[in-house]
């Protein structure tokens, strides 16, 4: 069985460049979550969907982050115009019927540095 | 509001030794635990989790973690680590009721021959 595949793997910008970060969770996972990783912190929940409603968005910078999810499958986290500060790795994860015990399923990530 | 601390940033030990990494979690209402690894270039997956009933919960690896609801802690042991034990270690808590999952700022396990 396949698992989550985040694409890209590492990004390279200069500030105030957008990016652009696309995820595919496990087959028949309705619940999908984007996460922030900074060095040496805890991954934290950036936004959270079921199918394709984004229920819980309260962490996202909306200023400069947005989501989508059209079809209850793959999602793109997007930032722009992104900032030196966004340096980070952006994780997606997966889970079955809204990850009520905990137990979700992470992809490699995506580096980004910006520059 | 639930938050972990995991106080140890780094655990050096030599391969074969006992090691314990530490996890206490504060929250108002009960909670799951969880303890997810990271090896490097990989990314996180679920080590162990207490969910309900007995409170000392195994992998399948030789690591386990007991919950302790007194002192609010859910530390990781294993009796006799190996070289491909050496990873990043996090520990999150989550209250009951489709509340989100938090992290722990994660403990980086090294271990040495």
């Known amino acids: 069985e396949a698992g989550v595949v985040q694409s890209p793997r590492y990004k390279i910008i200069e500030k105030k460049q957008p990016v652009a970060f696309w995820c595919n969770p496990i087959?028949?996972?309705?619940?999908l979550y984007w996460y922030l990783q900074n060095l040496g912190q805890g991954p934290e929940l950036l936004i959270r969907?079921?199918?394709?409603?984004?229920?819980?968005d309260s962490q996202l910078p909306k200023d400069r982050f947005s989501a989508e999810r059209l079809k209850g499958v793959d999602s793109t986290l997007k930032i722009q115009p992104a900032e030196l500060g966004d340096s980070a790795v952006y994780l997606c994860?997966?889970?079955f019927g809204g990850g009520l015990t905990g137990e979700l399923f992470f992809g490699e990530g995506s580096r980004l540095t910006v520059l | 509001a639930q938050s972990v601390t995991q106080l140890d940033s780094q655990v050096p030990v030599f391969e074969e030794a006992p090691v314990e990494l530490r996890c206490n979690y504060s929250?108002?209402?009960?909670?799951?635990l969880f303890w997810y690894v990271q090896y490097p270039n990989q990314g996180l997956q679920l080590l162990l989790k207490?969910?309900?009933?007995?409170?000392l919960v195994e992998s399948i690896n030789g690591f386990e973690a007991e919950f302790n609801k007194s002192q609010t802690s859910f530390h990781l042991r294993k009796p006799s680590v190996h070289i491909s034990d050496t990873a990043e270690y996090f520990c999150?808590?989550?209250?009951?009721?489709?509340?989100?999952?938090?992290f722990g700022t994660g403990t980086r396990l090294l271990v040495s021959p």
């Open positions: 969907y079921e199918n394709e409603e984004a229920v819980d």
């Open positions: 929250s108002s209402v009960s909670v799951y």
């Open positions: 087959s028949g996972h309705n619940t």
């Open positions: 999150a808590v989550q209250g009951t009721g489709f509340q989100k999952l938090v």
């Open positions: 994860a997966s889970s």
């Open positions: 207490y969910l309900s009933g007995s409170t």
